[in-house]
Each structure stands twice: as structure tokens, then as C-alpha cells.
């Protein structure tokens, strides 16, 4: 089973990433939304990687324009899916939004086509029932600036096929990620066990007025020697997914609802999500934590 097509479904920061860095390394890839307006950001975000893989890859003009011309976009699900052999969902992390989309995918998708989540913080048997074939879909979950933090965690659920995992696997190393298995389900991964916490404790020590997001992060980063806190990877990983996570956990800690609310009416409102928009904890593109003086 090999894959040669790939469809990113939802062309937000990550989608937009996945979609690029496939199509880097040579794979046919379909880009879908639900308007054409999220598409245009898709395509703005994609001009905006190539410069990026220019800086940090040392790839040329030709390449990263090449990688470009590979990806096609699209508002229609049936006309994004036909054919192709992976599609990967990145569409907001909330359990009612996925369900309703695979409940839509299932119908027009090929009955060969592999689906995979990446999902943060759900579980993909949570999924696997609406997606009407669970011995084809799994989860594969990447961390953002996926050009560089270059790791694709797969994950199966006990009912994925030992095919579809390798073959899964065997596409992660084929985009040049690093690939991780996990053969048991774990809610967050490797990646996100351990960084969901730490971002979360974060949050209610500024929610509960214990300290500000820069002393926060001045003290992470002196006492381990950290590059950046917790406040400036979540200004990376955007402030629309721990929003989501947080609301996902407000199901059995009303306690989250609060720390989301205070990202709603601080951050998201005020159209402040972090570095994509130029604003979250920091201003970009010289937040103050790159600052010889920040840790003084």
C-alpha cells in the first residue's frame, strides 16, 4: 500500500503546514475548507512558508515554488477527496465539529482511502466509529513550524490495521518527519502529555493573579535553560487550539471554562492569536523574550 495523494482537510496554521511540507517533498496534495475565504489564508500562509524554507532549510526559489504548485484547493469535499489515498483532518479540536465532518467525509471518500486525525487531545477511537471504516484511520499528529520541529507522532487505535500503521508510518518518514509510533492510545501523545500540562499550569498562574505571562516565562527559561516559556509556545501554537482545549476540559473541570474565558476576552476577541496574527502574549516579529535584556 503506498501513498502518492494527499488531501489536508482544514487549512488553518497547521493544515496549511502539513499541506506545504507534503507538497515539499513531492506528493500531489488537495487542500480543503469550508469557504473561500479560509482558503485564501491557506494560500497566503503557504507564500509566506516558502520564504521560511528559504531561511531555515536552505531550500531554493525553485523548490519551495515547486512545492507550491502542487497544492490545489478546494471548497468541495467530494471533488478535494476523490481519488486520493490519505486524508488527513486538521479542522478545529472540538469532538462535536469532527464528528459532524466525518459523518460528511465517510460518504464521498473512496472506500480505499486511509483517514488519519491530528487531533491534540482527542482519542481516535473517539472518532473511529463515525469515520465508517476504523481498520482505516488512525491519528497523526504533528507539532507546528513542522519544517523544523519535525515530528509526526502516529498513533493506532485497536482497531487499525497493522497495514494501514506501517503504511502511515512509512508516509511520516516519507515527508522527512521523524516518525514516532505509539501502539496504544494515549490522550496527547508523547508530545502533549508532556507540554499540555505545562501550558495549562501556566495559564491559572496568570488566571489566578499569581504572576504575569513574562515573569512566567522568565522563570522557566532561567530554571531550565529553555530557549522560550510557556506564554511564547502558545503565542507559536496559536491561542485558538488551548482555547479549544480548554473547553474540551471544562467538561470535567469547570475550572478550564475559566482559563479559556480568560483567552476568549483577552486574547481571541481582540483578534490576538498569537504569531500568526503579529499579537498574542508578545508582539511579533520581536517578541520581547528574544531580547538581550529579558532575562536581566
Given at each position: 500500500?503506498?501513498?502518492?495523494?494527499?488531501?489536508?482537510?482544514?487549512?488553518?496554521?497547521?493544515?496549511?503546514?502539513?499541506?506545504?511540507?507534503?507538497?515539499?517533498?513531492?506528493?500531489?496534495?488537495?487542500?480543503?475548507?469550508?469557504?473561500?475565504?479560509?482558503?485564501?489564508?491557506?494560500?497566503?500562509?503557504?507564500?509566506?512558508?516558502?520564504?521560511?524554507?528559504?531561511?531555515?532549510?536552505?531550500?531554493?526559489?525553485?523548490?519551495?515554488?515547486?512545492?507550491?504548485?502542487?497544492?490545489?484547493?478546494?471548497?468541495?469535499?467530494?471533488?478535494?477527496?476523490?481519488?486520493?489515498?490519505?486524508?488527513?483532518?486538521?479542522?478545529?479540536?472540538?469532538?462535536?465539529?469532527?464528528?459532524?465532518?466525518?459523518?460528511q467525509l465517510?460518504?464521498?471518500?473512496?472506500?480505499?482511502?486511509?483517514?488519519?486525525?491530528?487531533?491534540?487531545?482527542?482519542?481516535?477511537?473517539?472518532?473511529?466509529?463515525?469515520?465508517?471504516?476504523?481498520?482505516?484511520?488512525?491519528?497523526?499528529?504533528?507539532?507546528?513550524?513542522?519544517?523544523?520541529?519535525?515530528?509526526?507522532?502516529?498513533?493506532?487505535?485497536?482497531?487499525?490495521?497493522?497495514?494501514?500503521?506501517?503504511?502511515?508510518?512509512?508516509?511520516?518518514?516519507?515527508?522527512?518527519?521523524?516518525?514516532?509510533?505509539?501502539?496504544?492510545?494515549?490522550?496527547?501523545?508523547?508530545?502533549?502529555?508532556l507540554l499540555?500540562?505545562?501550558?495549562?499550569?501556566?495559564?491559572?498562574?496568570?488566571?489566578?493573579?499569581?504572576?504575569?505571562?513574562?515573569?512566567?516565562?522568565?522563570?522557566?527559561?532561567?530554571?531550565?535553560?529553555?530557549?522560550?516559556?510557556?506564554?511564547?509556545?502558545?503565542?507559536?501554537?496559536?491561542?485558538?487550539?488551548?482555547?479549544?482545549?480548554?473547553?474540551?476540559?471544562?467538561?470535567?473541570?469547570?475550572e478550564r471554562?475559566?482559563?479559556?474565558?480568560?483567552?476568549?476576552?483577552?486574547?481571541?476577541?481582540?483578534?490576538?492569536?498569537?504569531?500568526?496574527?503579529?499579537?498574542?502574549?508578545?508582539?511579533?516579529?520581536?517578541?520581547?523574550?528574544?531580547?538581550?535584556?529579558?532575562?536581566?
Amino acid at each position: 500500500m503506498d501513498i502518492k495523494t494527499v488531501t489536508v482537510c482544514g487549512s488553518g496554521v497547521l493544515g496549511s503546514q502539513i499541506a506545504y511540507q507534503t507538497a515539499f517533498h513531492g506528493f500531489d496534495v488537495r487542500v480543503y475548507d469550508i469557504n473561500d475565504e479560509a482558503l485564501e489564508k491557506g494560500r497566503a500562509t503557504a507564500q509566506k512558508l516558502q520564504g521560511r524554507y528559504q531561511q531555515d532549510l536552505q531550500a531554493t526559489p525553485e523548490q519551495t515554488q515547486a512545492a507550491a504548485d502542487r497544492i490545489h484547493f478546494s471548497t468541495d469535499l467530494a471533488t478535494a477527496v476523490e481519488g486520493v489515498d490519505l486524508v488527513i483532518e486538521a479542522i478545529p479540536e472540538n469532538i462535536a465539529v469532527k464528528k459532524m465532518f466525518y459523518a460528511q467525509l465517510r460518504q464521498v471518500a473512496d472506500a480505499n482511502t486511509i483517514f488519519a486525525t491530528n487531533t491534540s487531545t482527542l482519542l481516535p477511537s473517539e472518532l473511529m466509529e463515525d469515520t465508517g471504516r476504523p481498520e482505516k484511520f488512525l491519528a497523526l499528529h504533528f507539532a507546528n513550524q513542522i519544517w523544523i520541529n519535525n515530528t509526526a507522532e502516529i498513533m493506532r487505535t485497536p482497531r487499525t490495521s497493522d497495514e494501514v500503521f506501517e503504511t502511515v508510518v512509512q508516509f511520516a518518514q516519507d515527508i522527512g518527519m521523524l516518525a514516532l509510533p505509539l501502539h496504544k492510545e494515549q490522550a496527547g501523545y508523547i508530545l502533549n502529555t508532556l507540554l499540555v500540562p505545562l501550558l495549562g499550569a501556566a495559564l491559572e498562574l496568570v488566571v489566578k493573579g499569581v504572576a504575569d505571562p513574562q515573569t512566567v516565562d522568565k522563570t522557566w527559561m532561567i530554571a531550565t535553560g529553555a530557549p522560550r516559556g510557556p506564554f511564547a509556545f502558545l503565542d507559536v501554537i496559536g491561542l485558538t487550539t488551548p482555547y479549544n482545549i480548554n473547553m474540551n476540559a471544562a467538561r470535567e473541570n469547570p475550572e478550564r471554562a475559566v482559563v479559556a474565558q480568560y483567552l476568549k476576552e483577552n486574547y481571541i476577541d481582540q483578534g490576538k492569536f498569537g504569531v500568526a496574527t503579529g499579537e498574542g502574549f508578545y508582539k511579533y516579529p520581536n517578541p520581547a523574550y528574544l531580547r538581550d535584556d529579558f532575562l536581566k
